[in-house]
């Protein structure tokens, strides 16, 4: 058993995996004082700079996998039952939201788990008519999960524990409890035992030890699906375990050698903010006794050698600032290098999109496509898994009366790249050789963000806007009079005059 009298939380097997969580998640806030203090031996009060580039890369993740809402579809028209299911998934869960949450943290922690449960929102806190019961899908904090994995195979989990600790009111925070959630296929079982802080860290406890456990709190819950109802989504993974590989530990060298050269920069500039400045001797006043009155570290000032032999100057050292910032520019290289991440995606350097095709940016930004893919591969796998256990979830619950045929969800990607509409349509026009490529209709829904029902009266208006025009013009050339032409009267006598000459 993962968890029993005498054991420890976390277990050791799982210590290191939440203290990553914990110190890349300070780096993405950008909190990298908090982590690199302790590798230094930084004392509290010095001075300490950082540049937050791991948030950067960890927003690049979740702005190109789900910056653009992916499209989930049931494999049948709009209306169908199933696919008004999977609507209702989507949008009742926020689904679209918590992927984009999902991909940024999962980017430093490299784990993502789903839960998904059948239940209310507010658990009966609100009245049933506002808050019915249905399918929930949960984001799960991953230093709470620990999956058990098969025991001839590391990467393939067969059941996962959620278990977290609670202080009990009262004991002043030396008493807890642990409260345990196991998923097994068909079913879940509870437990919460006693356990008492073993290590701390400051006022932060870290690690506990498991005392007795609650025996009354013990309760199993048939689920009737076969699988457990929490879903594992990695960053991405190798084949030989479980766990997910985030996109910042690789960094963190890298992280702390830019963040010391900057503050080195900035300790360099502050030294010479308010320099000393030598004079030659005998320029200072002295006293009777014919020394000088000036004290150096409070008046910076101080007389060397004779008068003919030195200019007034200020006293400063530029500690090879141009060498430091050129190693600057070369570690942030690095860094996105091995990040993925061009320098078009972020708009430094040469990086000028004017006068680019789409396709041309495109192909510049194919490092960080194929790391956007190869994550993508990941979620499409991980929501496919969820949308199953939904269905399997409400089949049990709802039996026959769940309305819809078992289905297989199809999801189209955004690459999330801006679409250069111009292109397209001249490569369309190619390809079709100057035919229409799509309807009126749907031209009107991409381009304005319409619905079917806008667009359908859009067109309508139009229809009738041009039905008035056609009525206007042939009612105009229906009137034989439009093309006589009136003859100005002075004119005409003119005419007349000079006919009666000739």
Not at 246 to 258: Q, T, Y
Not at 381 to 398: A, S, T
Request: hydrophobic fraction near 35%; proline fraction near 5%; charged fraction near 30%.
């Amino acid at each position: 058993m993962m968890f029993e009298k005498g054991g420890y939380y976390p277990p050791i097997g799982h210590k290191k995996r939440i203290i990553r969580y914990n110190e890349n998640k300070l780096l993405f806030v950008g909190k990298h004082y908090d982590v690199f203090e302790r590798y230094q031996n930084l004392p509290s009060d010095s001075l300490y700079l950082s540049v937050n580039l791991a948030g950067l890369i960890c927003k690049k993740s979740g702005d190109f996998l789900f910056g653009e809402s992916p499209t989930f579809s049931a494999g049948k028209q709009d209306d169908s039952p199933e696919q008004k299911k999977l609507d209702e998934w989507v949008h009742e869960n926020n689904l679209n939201m918590k992927l984009q949450q999902s991909a940024t943290a999962n980017a430093f922690r490299g784990d993502s788990f789903f839960k998904i449960r059948w239940g209310q929102k507010w658990g009966g806190k609100v009245p049933q008519k506002f808050d019915p019961f249905r399918i929930i899908i949960e984001p799960q904090n991953p230093k709470y999960v620990f999956p058990e994995t098969s025991s001839g195979d590391a990467s393939t989990i067969e059941a996962y524990h959620i278990a977290f600790p609670t202080v009990v009111k009262g004991s002043g925070d030396q008493d807890w409890i642990l409260n345990i959630e196991s998923h097994y296929p068909n079913k879940i079982v509870y437990r919460k035992f006693e356990m008492y802080p073993f290590e701390t860290r400051g006022i932060d406890v870290v690690e506990w030890k498991i005392g007795n456990e609650i025996k009354k709190e013990y309760r199993e819950v048939e689920t009737g699906v076969p699988f457990p109802l929490v879903v594992h989504i990695p960053n991405y993974a190798t084949d030989d375990d479980w766990e997910g590989i985030d996109d910042l530990s690789e960094h963190k060298p890298l992280f702390d050698e830019l963040n010391r050269r900057l503050t080195k920069i900035a300790e360099i500039l502050d030294k010479h903010a308010d320099p000393a400045i030598a004079v030659p001797t005998g320029v200072l006043g002295e006293d009777e006794n014919g020394n000088p009155t000036f004290i150096v570290g409070r008046d910076k000032v101080f007389e060397v050698m004779g008068k003919d032999d030195v200019v007034p100057q200020y006293i400063t050292w530029n500690g090879q600032l141009q060498s430091a910032f050129e190693e600057i520019d070369r570690i942030v290289e690095m860094i996105l290098t091995n990040a993925e991440i061009p320098a078009v995606a972020l708009g430094k350097g040469d990086s000028g999109t004017s006068g680019n095709s789409g396709l041309a940016i495109k192909f510049r930004m194919n490092s960080l496509l194929a790391k956007i893919n190869r994550k993508r591969q990941f979620y499409e796998k991980g929501l496919k898994e969820l949308f199953m256990i939904c269905q399997l979830i409400e089949r049990v619950k709802k039996g026959n009366k769940a309305g819809y045929d078992f289905f297989d969800v199809k999801i189209h990607f955004k690459d999330g790249l801006p679409q250069d509409d111009a292109e397209l349509a001249n490569i369309m026009n190619v390809r079709t050789g100057g035919k229409a490529t799509i309807s009126q209709k749907t031209a009107l829904m991409r381009l304005d963000g319409l619905t079917e029902e806008q667009a359908e009266a859009e067109l309508k208006r139009m229809e009738e806007e041009a039905e008035a025009e056609a009525e206007k013009t042939e009612k105009m050339f229906a009137n034989p009079s439009i093309f006589n032409t009136q003859v100005d009267k002075g004119n005409e006598g003119e005419a007349e005059s000079s006919n009666d000459g000739e």
